[in-house]
């Protein structure tokens, strides 16, 4: 996890009131859609006090209110705020906080200090000290007195130390924290369904595509343009209790239709299927099309 004041390549005054900082930390957002709150996982790009910019794995539509629960800090109390989306571009969408609180701002800015003093160490000390030993050699100075002293020494070699702490200490948080995403984005499609998840019962497809409550399109695929694969891929889907996907079987077509399938249809959200008035797991087929 990094955090470093951003620029992006614009080389006129900035018209931000308060500095940006790239910070990759996991978040949710929690959309109402019909009356049923929707949440979706993501990834911050960058935050201030005022706003965020994330990677989600839904869309979301500018000028929709959310709910947004940032973990800033492993173990430590995630961030909950609400935020209005302000854009999108596909995936990644710019949100600016509502009513955040002074202590909120707090956090944020302290929190922003803190990554960024152990991703940058003070270096001024030691950038000092090596324009100091450049001009004795120039000058061909070995008076004592002009020497590193043994202190100087000791300091120079606690940065040193320092350093490599925080070097270690931010790629095991970034690989901790990259490992999670990987487990997020493989999604529900790898998991094997358990002995309690077994399905109860096979839906028609009419009748779970009335259930659908979140839909992700597939894309279709790059690789795949240029030999104008086309065709109807269909997929056999299990879905838990609480309306997700749990698994998802690809019944025909080429591996990379099917593959663009299966990763848009992880996201899909469904309402229960409910058997007496009881949830319960259920199978049923789902068919996309595509076309080049």
């Known amino acids: ?27 949710d957002v929690t959309v109402l859609r019909s009356g049923i709150p ?38 430590a109390e995630p961030l909950r705020t609400r935020a209005l989306v302000r854009h999108r571009d596909r995936l990644c969408c710019g949100m600016e906080f509502l009513g955040l609180s002074n202590e909120q701002q707090a956090a944020i800015r302290d929190w922003a200090v803190q990554i960024k003093a152990l991703a940058e160490p003070a270096a001024t000390t030691t950038a000092t000290e090596i324009f100091e030993e450049r001009e004795s050699g120039v000058r061909g100075d070995s008076h004592p007195s002009r020497q590193r002293s043994p202190v100087r020494r000791r300091r120079g070699r606690g940065w040193i130390a320092a350093l490599i702490a925080a070097t270690v200490l931010l790629a095991v948080l970034w690989w901790r924290w990259n490992r999670g995403w990987e487990e997020l984005e493989s999604g529900l499609t790898g998991r094997p369904t358990t002995s ?64 663009s399938a299966m990763d848009a249809l992880r996201w899909w959200k469904f309402e229960p299927y409910k058997e007496n008035g009881q949830p319960i797991v259920v199978e049923t087929t789902v068919a996309v099309e595509f076309k080049p």
């Not at 659908?212 to 889907?237: F, M, S, W």
Request: glycine residues 10%; hydrophobic residues 40%.
């Open 196 to 259: 309690g998840e077994q399905p109860k019962a096979h839906v028609p497809p009419e009748e779970m595509e009335r259930l659908l409550i979140h839909r992700v399109e597939p894309r279709y695929p790059e690789t795949a343009r240029g030999t104008g694969l086309q065709g109807v891929i269909a997929l056999d889907v299990v879905v838990g209790r609480d309306g997700s996907v749990l698994a998802i079987k690809p019944l025909n077509g080429p591996d990379v239709l099917a593959r």
């Open 38 to 75: 929707d949440t979706v996982p993501g990834r911050a790009v960058n935050l201030c006090e005022r706003g965020i910019a994330a990677i989600l794995a839904g869309e979301l539509t500018p000028g929709e209110t959310v709910g947004m629960e940032i973990r800033m800090e492993e173990g």
């Open 1 to 27: 996890m990094a955090v470093t004041a951003q620029a992006l390549g614009w080389d006129k005054p900035s018209r931000r009131r308060v500095p940006r900082y790239q910070a990759q930390v996991p978040l």
